[in-house]
């Protein structure tokens, strides 16, 4: 089995986010970390590959810095790591992203790409799912279990108070939730391993079947108004009430700031 | 010359510091208070191949170097000294000798399980009756048949009980100089848990690294194979002295640790805590010392890195190994101590990591070589 990992080098956002004076984020002064649901669809593959053996190949998107992602990847137990960089990239939403590594993509066998469902600068969730439009692929999101059955997938698909379980015949796309695993430590050996080994780097003459008007900033529908931190909110009013009173004591409060 | 790391090394060091954070630290206080060994946390770094990391794969470690593994242990040391000590002297006083002077046999046989972590190791030199002064050791070894017998106790050995395999330094031979004077030789030999007449005496209790496994061996008519003698018979004091330069290293890197964890520790609580209206880390005393003690700590740093390299490109790194130990070790006791002094009452109760980073520290300046042999050590090599 060939398993291709999408991941993406994030802002550690545990040690504080930071703007440029333009408003958009200052990624050169944070910390960065895998992205993590990204973490727990490589850890997914990973149990995979040691259950049924198969081929780990990491790609991601990004500046030339992004190689220290994959190599946490590879020294984890990621076979291979794939860099899709290019100036002419930058300033991707997610459409033009989307369409980037599926064009990457195309160029590499695969029974399973694995996505994260979201990353934690952009939160959108929508790169996974747009990469297997592009690919004409089935796609199930929001996995917290993946099972492989013969040359389908079997994948418990979370919501908010049950969870859907699909069966999908590969290829196909999961995007991974970050409770689907506790992933897994890096070694020591594994760290100066994946230094040995060299990066497959890629740039836009490398991408498979895209057009440039959909790639980069200029190919990106999307345009960013303002970014900002969250605004952190003060602790609020507690009060330990019964029922009816509660139910008094909100009802009161809705009228005074009339939301109701 | 450049001061920083590479991207590898720093990778490691993100590794060994989310590891320590996550799985290190929230036993520490448990582990000091109830003075049982982290079994679960050797466990644990034994799956990641923290117990071997800088011996080549074909022994089973994970073929990284020196100075990730002097990371490994200030990472650890930083959050729960006990925990450093466990992997400095399973790797540097035990796996380190028999990759330098043991038989393709011999590491085949214990660094592939010992790299593995597998089985842990230990190192028996010091004796009730010698301590800085190795050569008043009284414990023998003598070859009967296809046999070594040992005879004798050693007192003091970290990994004690737990550990699965020892180096033990003893008397192989009495010789007499021109001038009369009777020299002891010693050997250094490998010896199994289980061996037939090997025990265990007291268990130690300390004043820190309580978690740690610290205990008599006690060998009484002990016969262990001929084969297991380690290097060349009459050669084991040279090889104890190597070895503890190495193991210097360790402690370095362990007590380094502690200094900086302290550090991290007032940073953080001075900003919190507020005396007449402001933090205390408001006020110049506070700045002053928490400067003092960032510049100390990054010069013991440096010694401790450059001792790293010169185990890893020299042949002979007695002095870099002293001088890294001594200042290290004498940072890790000043800072904790004013680390206790910033924290004021709080310091003082067990709650608080502090008052337990204090008594670790002390045991940096005495084992494996006190901070008086270290000046012995460094000034010996001046005046040359």
């Known amino acids: ?260 | 010359m450049d001061f920083s790391l590479d991207k590898k090394h720093e990778m490691a060091r993100s590794l060994f510091r989310e590891f320590a954070e996550n799985e290190v630290k929230p036993l520490a206080q448990e582990v000091d208070e109830t003075e049982e060994f982290p079994m679960e946390t050797v466990k644990k770094m034994q799956k990641l191949g923290f117990m071997g990391i800088p011996v080549p794969k074909e022994y089973g470690g994970q073929g990284c170097d020196t100075l990730t593994y002097v990371m490994c242990v200030e990472e650890l040391s930083k959050v729960c000294a006990t925990t450093g000590v466990v992997v400095s002297a399973h790797t540097s006083l035990c796996i380190d000798p028999i990759m330098t002077y043991g038989t393709e046999e011999q590491k085949q046989k214990y660094v592939k399980p010992l790299a593995s972590g597998e089985k842990l190791g230990a190192f028996a030199l010091t004796e009730p009756g010698a301590g800085t002064d190795a050569q008043g050791a009284q414990t023998k070894a003598v070859l009967d048949g296809n046999e070594w017998v040992l005879n004798g106790s050693k007192c003091f050995i970290t990994n004690g009980k737990v550990a699965d395999v020892y180096i033990v330094i003893a008397i192989t031979s009495v010789t007499t100089d021109k001038r009369g004077r009777k020299k002891k030789n010693f050997s250094a030999f490998i010896v199994d848990k289980g061996a037939p007449g090997f025990s265990f005496g007291t268990k130690e209790k300390k004043m820190g690294i309580r978690g740690s496994s610290t205990y008599e061996l006690i060998f009484e008519d002990c016969r262990i194979p001929k084969e297991n003698l380690l290097g060349t018979e009459g050669k084991g004091f040279p090889i104890a002295m190597h070895t503890l330069d190495g193991g210097r290293i360790g402690i370095a890197s362990q007590a380094l640790g502690i200094a900086e964890g302290a550090l991290d520790r007032a940073i953080a609580y001075t900003k919190e805590r507020k005396q007449f209206g402001r933090s205390i880390a408001q006020q110049q005393n506070t700045q002053f010392k928490l400067a003092d003690m960032a510049a100390r700590i990054e010069a013991a740093q440096l010694l401790v890195y450059k001792a790293a390299m010169a185990k890893a490109t020299q042949r002979v790194y007695s002095v870099e190994a002293a001088k890294a130990k001594l200042f290290a070790a004498e940072t890790a006791m000043a800072v904790t101590t004013e680390v206790v002094q910033l924290f004021g009452g709080y310091g003082y109760i067990r709650e608080y990591d502090v008052e337990r980073m204090m008594r670790d520290a002390k045991i940096t300046e005495i084992y494996e070589g006190t901070s008086e042999v270290q000046r012995m050590v460094i000034s010996g090599a001046l005046l040359k």
């Not at chain 1, 992203?97 to 195309?106: E, K, L, Y």
């Not at chain 1, 108070?161 to 590969?170: P, V």
């Not at chain 1, 079947?209 to 970014?227: E, N, Q």
Request: charged share 30%.
């Open chain 1, 1 to 260: 089995m060939k398993i291709v990992v999408c991941i993406k080098q994030v802002p550690d956002t545990k040690g504080g986010v930071k703007f440029n004076p333009d408003g958009t984020l200052d990624r050169a002064a944070m910390l960065t970390i895998m992205n993590p649901d990204d973490k727990a669809g490589l850890e997914a593959a990973l149990r995979l590959k040691e259950q049924y053996g198969a081929e780990v190949t990491v790609l991601t998107m990004g500046l030339p810095k992004a190689d220290e992602v994959l190599r946490e990847a590879m020294a984890m137990g990621a076979d291979r790591g794939i860099l899709v960089t290019d100036r002419v990239l930058g300033g991707a939403d997610t459409w033009a992203t989307s369409t980037t590594i599926a064009g990457a993509i195309r160029n590499l066998e695969y029974d399973l790409i694995i996505t994260g469902r979201q990353a934690i600068d952009g939160d959108t969730a929508q790169v996974g799912p747009q990469i297997a439009e592009h690919l004409k692929l089935p796609v199930i999101s929001y996995a917290q279990d993946i099972k492989v059955e013969g040359d389908s997938v079997i994948v418990q698909r979370q919501y908010e108070d049950r969870y859907h379980e699909l069966k999908a015949k590969m290829p196909c796309l999961i995007t991974a939730l970050s409770e689907l695993n506790e992933p897994r430590y890096m070694t020591p050996g594994g760290i100066f391993d994946s230094y040995d080994k060299e990066v497959t780097v890629w740039g836009r003459a490398d991408l498979k079947d895209v057009d440039d008007s959909d790639l980069g900033l200029k190919g990106s529908p999307t345009k960013i108004a303002k970014a900002s931190d969250k605004v952190r909110k003060g602790a609020g009013e507690k009060v330990v009430l019964d029922t009816d009173e509660s139910v008094a004591y909100l009802i009161g409060k809705f009228k005074e700031k009339h939301i109701i």
